[in-house]
Structures are given as C-alpha cells and as structure tokens.
C-alpha cells in the first residue's frame, strides 16, 4: 500500500447534523472541530492513535493534523452534530490558557455532553437554519464559542477558570507556529524557522509555545513526526526506511531513536502489534461532501 495522502480542506465555518460520513484517507483542515455523538459511536486515528467518542459524548480537536474516521456505530450509520469553525476565529475568543496545552497540542477531549446542556441538538438546528438562510454568523459563533468553553471546564473538572487579565499567552503567534509545524514537519526545517514563521526570536518563541502548549517547538516537532510515522506504519505497507523519509526524520536512525522513546518499542514492534481494521469506510471525504449536508 502506497502513502496515504491527506486531503488537505480550507477552513470555513460548517454546521451539519447526520451519520458520519466514511473515510479511506485522512484529511485536514484549520479548523476547531466539535463532534456531539446523539447516537452510535465514532472511532478516529490521529496519528497512530485511537479514539473512540460512545453516544452520548463530545469530542473537540483542531483539525490540522492528519485524522481519520475508522469506523461508524453501528455500521450503518450514526446521529452526529457537527461544527467547524476556523482557528483563525477562535483565536479572537476568549478562552482559558488551557486552550493551548489541551488542543494546539493536537489534544482531542472528550467530555459527555450532558455537561453542554440538555439544548445540543436543538441549537445545532438552530445554527444550520441561520447559516443556511444567509443569515449573521455572529450569533452562532458566541454560542460555539460558549460550547467550548463548556467543554474545556468539563475536561478539567469544572475547577478554575480563565487566569486574570494579561497571563494568558497570546495564542496568535503560537498558532501560527503550531500551524507551521503541522503543515512543514516532513520537510528538513528547524526551530528558527519555525520561529520565523511567527516573526519571533527562536528563544522567545520557545518560552512562548512552551508556556502555551507545554512542549518547546522541538518537541512539537518531533511529535508530529512520531505521529505521521505511526499513520504510515499502520495504514501503509511503506519500509521503514520510507516511512523515516515520509515523516520527515533524516534518516532511519532517527526515527528509530525518536520513535523508540516516545513509543517505547521500535517502528517494526509497532507496526506487528497493532493494525487497521477493516470496515472504515468507502471513499475519502472530498471538500464538497464535508461543507454539504448529505
């Protein structure tokens, strides 16, 4: 099996409701994305990961990095409340420092959605109306941005809340790092060009990203590699030695050490211990399917 390229999908604020859709490639997009589950369940492969979002839960995640949807419960389909909305949006919310650490790390929380309240489903027919009458996105937007709020005091536990005035880090310059590294990671580049991505000093932008995301860029780095070269091992039959040059670790000494630490077992344990399983679906997602309601 060759590569599987992502589809690559521009950001656009996107409400649908109805059964997930299936996916044989993985795709991205610069997007916050929230998936309610009312019914069935979802199972998602970010990296080498799984998730699994049962009924009755939520997921939140930036969609840049690479995901895929593996598989639909039951098979057939499921009841799924959708949005979409672009970083570049979220950034000008107001949101806890936590939102850095939690989901440009490329974290996906899953919290029940009982905590959002008992309207979900009804406000997200509320929004599809709005957005497809042409109407201001505007009030859409404060009530995803209330969504997730609610999300992120739920996975925390409901303590704290939003730090005081002027300590939370400025997200803008640390997106567009975390965009950069998530778009650039197979290419050779280093942390000063990723710093220069965000017009930063490297030390700066490190303190930055660090205080934010809670990893330096370095870091980062090397854990979207890990990732991509757990994807590739998984889903593809690529030699190691390609999937070290896909994942854009110089050499396959690399990705051996790297992949060793992070993973605790070498690229060729990973890939005999774990698999894909069939059944996840027909075709990739194109642009038009993911922005039309089915």
Do not use: K
């Not at 309610?36 to 930036?62: I, K």
Request: hydrophobic share 40%; proline share 8%.
């Amino acid at each position: 099996m060759d590569e599987e390229a992502p589809d690559v999908v521009g950001p656009a604020l996107w409400v649908h409701r109805g059964p997930a859709p299936p996916m044989h490639a993985p795709h991205r997009h610069d997007d916050l994305e929230v998936n309610v589950v009312l019914d069935g369940g979802l199972e998602y492969l970010f990296g080498g990961e799984r998730v699994r979002v049962p009924s009755g839960c939520t997921a939140m995640f930036w969609a840049a990095s690479p995901h895929r949807l593996l598989a639909r419960e039951p098979l057939g389909g499921s009841d799924v409340c959708w949005i979409h909305v672009p970083l570049a949006v979220v950034l000008r919310w107001s949101l806890p420092e936590e939102f850095g650490a939690r989901v440009l790390s490329h974290g996906t929380l899953v919290v029940p959605t009982a905590a959002l309240g008992a309207h979900v489903a009804a406000q997200f027919s509320t929004w599809r109306e709005d957005l497809a009458a042409g109407g201001d996105p505007a009030p859409v937007l404060l009530e995803a941005n209330a969504m997730v709020l609610r999300i992120l005091a739920q996975h925390r536990g409901g303590e704290g809340g939003p730090g005081p005035a002027g300590t939370r880090p400025d997200l803008r310059p640390v997106a567009l790092m975390a965009r950069f590294t998530a778009e650039r990671f197979r290419e050779p580049i280093s942390t000063a060009d990723i710093a220069r991505a965000a017009n930063l000093n490297p030390n700066y932008a490190t303190t930055l990203f660090r205080r934010a995301v809670g990893a330096t860029l370095g870091e980062q780095l090397v854990r979207h590699r890990v990732a991509e070269a757990q994807r590739l091992l998984l889903t593809t039959t690529m030699t190691t030695a390609a999937v070290a040059h896909a994942a854009g670790f110089g050499s396959q000494s690399s990705l051996y050490a790297h992949f060793t630490r992070a993973c605790g077992c070498s690229p060729g344990t990973y890939r005999a211990t774990r698999s894909v399983t069939a059944g996840s679906g027909a075709a990739p997602v194109s642009r038009t399917a993911r922005r039309s309601p089915r």
